[in-house]
């Protein structure tokens, strides 16, 4: 027992060494556990996926469940597989709230989430966060359309507000899109309740109990419609809460670029709203369920016998609602064309407008940074690096412009291509001096940071347009403004990086699981290892390096190229190595 109290204290020791570096610990006997749901929102009788990762070590081999709501409370065990994963599916007849909590192996760790369970009457309350996240986006965009259109002679404004008149139109056929959804659940709502009423009692563990004759079929339909217009309403809210910021300055060159932003949102549209896109594919489905009978059995001896005439008529018309939908779907799909719902405003102000007014210089970063933790004898016991990709963009306002002092705003947008990691905690220090070689410590990596294999900001190479919009969807992304003075004279440019609008988010880092074991006895704990952000370590390059030369063609076309290195801490505990390449030159 002694000697199980001092492999705690050690693991403890182990967490609290890192815990500086701002990783997210918890105490040595907690139990490694991750949780997440297919959907948080459901149709009675349809079923969610729950799934997640715990640590399998012997008589730890499963997590137990239990669902808390207006259906009661249900508890079950879910064995781990293997690699240490377990998956279940869960439904209920019943509405409500619902609290899913799984216990990790050892039972030390929990996590719980939150499922809504909804009839389809309440399609119309799904579809108001749609709605409200086109409405938000729309007032966002036409309010820096107006900033730019004021700063624009009568001709060019006049061409703006066309586009703008167009938008708006397109922003209606949305709303009615939405309109006909919220009609098409009540009307299904009316058909699951003549079918054969809600019933009671939870839907025994994916049962879907309570749901009518309403086949699995249509259910799974109408939860992937729920799902899509979910994560087409997360998204738009991302991307508009990504372009809330403030300009860089009050000039028409960072009004553009605030435009630009605020257009991203409705990108989500253009796969959306498509012929073939999602949510069309989604509501033809759903009327095909039910003008088939497939979804609505009883509407069979209806159509054939004249029995249940009334569960034939509601069929009829939530089959019609469909139809209407996707009609509407249709037609805005057809408006949109290929320039998509803003495309048209993007060519007019990076094409046209940006040229007319602002001078641009773009090119590309590359960064590769190490990171080295040693003991006193010189021992790695902690190493990672990454690698980042980026566009350099800067802008500068033409009338402006001096002969002794340029001033530009821009950007350093890009992502991780890689990251690796090689930790061995039992070269720790505390850890050899406390251990003595009397006890085996196993590491699983349980989370790696995930990544793009590319830069996604070089691989697009539409200016501005697609920036936020590429934010949500990039793993390890981040956007940091920059200014930059350039001094035509003397042809050197100084650039300053600001705080960054998006960096690194919470899931760049590495999670391992550690199972000590002493006088056979296993202790089980995590460990989170942080990783340093981009920000952090490109402005600590920029800064040590920022003199720029620039390079004045024939034709005046100005460019710059530099390589840069920044290494702290040789010889010591901790070593940073940071080696840089930035390239730019005019558009």
């Given at each position: 027992m002694q000697h199980s109290r001092r492999i705690k204290i050690v693991l403890s020791v182990v967490i609290l060494?890192?815990?500086?570096?701002?990783?997210?610990?918890?105490?040595?006997?907690?139990?490694?556990?991750?949780?997440?749901?297919?959907?948080?929102?459901?149709?009675?009788?349809?079923?969610?996926?729950?799934?997640?990762?715990?640590?399998?070590?012997?008589?730890?081999?499963?997590?137990?469940?239990?669902?808390?709501?207006?259906?009661?409370?249900?508890?079950?065990?879910?064995?781990?597989?293997?690699?240490?994963?377990f998956k279940t599916t869960w439904g209920t007849g019943m509405a409500g709230e619902y609290q899913i909590t799984v216990r990790s192996s050892n039972r030390k760790s929990s996590q719980t989430a939150t499922i809504k369970v909804f009839r389809l009457m309440a399609m119309d309350s799904v579809v108001q966060r749609n709605r409200d996240a086109t409405n938000k986006a729309y007032d966002q965009l036409k309010q820096w359309l107006g900033e730019v259109k004021a700063k624009l002679g009568p001709t060019d404004a006049g061409e703006l507000q066309k586009k703008t008149d167009d938008l708006t139109k397109k922003k209606d056929i949305v709303l009615t899109i939405f309109n006909d959804l919220?009609?098409?659940?009540?009307?299904?709502?009316?058909?699951?309740?003549?079918?054969?009423?809600?019933?009671?009692?939870?839907?025994?563990?994916?049962?879907?109990?309570?749901?009518?004759?309403?086949?699995?079929?249509?259910?799974?339909?109408?939860?992937?419609?729920?799902?899509?217009?979910?994560?087409?309403?997360?998204?738009?809210?991302?991307?508009?809460?990504?372009?809330?910021?403030?300009?860089?300055?009050?000039?028409?060159?960072?009004?553009l670029q605030m435009l630009s932003e605020a257009c991203a949102a409705f990108s989500t549209f253009s796969n959306f709203f498509e012929p073939t896109g999602i949510l069309k594919a989604s509501v033809v489905a759903i009327g095909k369920d039910v003008a088939i009978d497939k979804g609505v059995p009883a509407a069979v001896g209806a159509a054939t016998?004249?029995?249940?005439?009334?569960?034939?008529?509601?069929?009829?018309?939530?089959?019609?609602?469909?139809?209407?939908?996707?009609?509407?779907?249709?037609?805005?799909?057809?408006?949109?064309?290929?320039?998509?719902?803003?495309?048209?405003?993007?060519?007019?102000?990076?094409?046209?407008?940006?040229?007319?007014?602002?001078?641009?210089?773009?090119?590309?970063?590359?960064?590769?940074?190490?990171?080295?933790?040693?003991?006193?004898?010189?021992?790695?016991?902690?190493?990672?690096?990454?690698?980042?990709?980026?566009?350099?963009?800067?802008?500068?306002?033409?009338?402006?412009?001096?002969?002794?002092?340029?001033?530009?705003?821009?950007?350093?947008?890009?992502?991780?291509?890689?990251?690796?990691?090689?930790?061995?905690?039992?070269?720790?220090?505390?850890?050899?001096?406390?251990?003595?070689?009397?006890?085996?410590?196993?590491?699983?990596?349980?989370?790696?940071?995930?990544?793009?294999?590319?830069?996604?900001?070089?691989?697009?190479?539409?200016?501005?347009?697609?920036?936020?919009?590429?934010?949500?969807?990039?793993?390890?992304?981040?956007?940091?403004?920059?200014?930059?003075?350039?001094?035509?004279e003397t042809g050197q440019l100084k650039m300053y990086c600001n705080d960054a609008i998006m960096d690194y988010s919470p899931s760049v880092q590495y999670v391992y699981g550690y199972i000590c074991i002493a006088a056979m006895i296993p202790l089980t704990t995590r460990v989170n290892f942080p990783i340093n952000k981009a920000k952090l370590t490109i402005a600590k390059v920029i800064e040590k390096n920022n003199d720029f030369q620039v390079k004045v063609s024939a034709d005046n076309k100005l460019s710059f190229t530099k390589t840069a290195n920044w290494t702290n801490g040789p010889g010591g505990t901790i070593e940073h190595n940071i080696n840089m390449t930035m390239s730019a030159k005019s558009d």
């Open positions: 060494h890192l815990s500086f570096l701002r990783g997210e610990c918890q105490g040595p006997d907690s139990g490694y556990l991750s949780l997440s749901l297919s959907a948080t929102r459901i149709v009675t009788g349809s079923l969610v996926t729950i799934s997640g990762m715990s640590i399998k070590f012997g008589a730890m081999k499963d997590v137990e469940m239990t669902v808390k709501g207006n259906a009661g409370t249900e508890t079950k065990t879910i064995p781990l597989t293997d690699s240490g994963h919220g009609n098409l659940g009540k009307s299904l709502d009316n058909l699951q309740k003549a079918q054969g009423g809600l019933g009671g009692g939870n839907g025994g563990g994916g049962t879907g109990g309570g749901t009518g004759n309403i086949s699995p079929q249509l259910t799974s339909d109408l939860t992937k419609l729920t799902d899509d217009l979910s994560g087409e309403a997360q998204s738009m809210e991302t991307l508009t809460e990504a372009a809330s910021h403030k300009p860089y300055d009050n000039t028409i060159c960072e009004y016998s004249g029995v249940n005439g009334t569960v034939s008529d509601m069929a009829k018309e939530a089959a019609k609602f469909s139809t209407s939908t996707a009609t509407d779907i249709e037609s805005l799909s057809k408006t949109m064309g290929k320039a998509g719902f803003t495309g048209d405003i993007i060519t007019m102000c990076t094409s046209y407008i940006m040229s007319k007014y602002c001078g641009m210089l773009s090119g590309q970063m590359n960064e590769d940074y190490k990171c080295i933790f040693t003991n006193a004898n010189k021992q790695v016991w902690w190493e990672y690096t990454y690698h980042n990709e980026a566009t350099v963009k800067l802008r500068y306002l033409k009338s402006a412009a001096t002969a002794s002092m340029i001033k530009m705003k821009g950007n350093i947008e890009g992502n991780a291509t890689k990251f690796t990691i090689y930790q061995k905690v039992s070269e720790m220090d505390d850890f050899k001096a406390a251990m003595k070689n009397r006890a085996r410590i196993f590491s699983i990596c349980v989370y790696a940071p995930p990544t793009a294999p590319v830069g996604t900001s070089q691989a697009d190479a539409v200016t501005g347009f697609g920036a936020v919009a590429r934010a949500i969807v990039t793993p390890a992304y981040f956007n940091i403004p920059v200014d930059a003075d350039y001094n035509p």
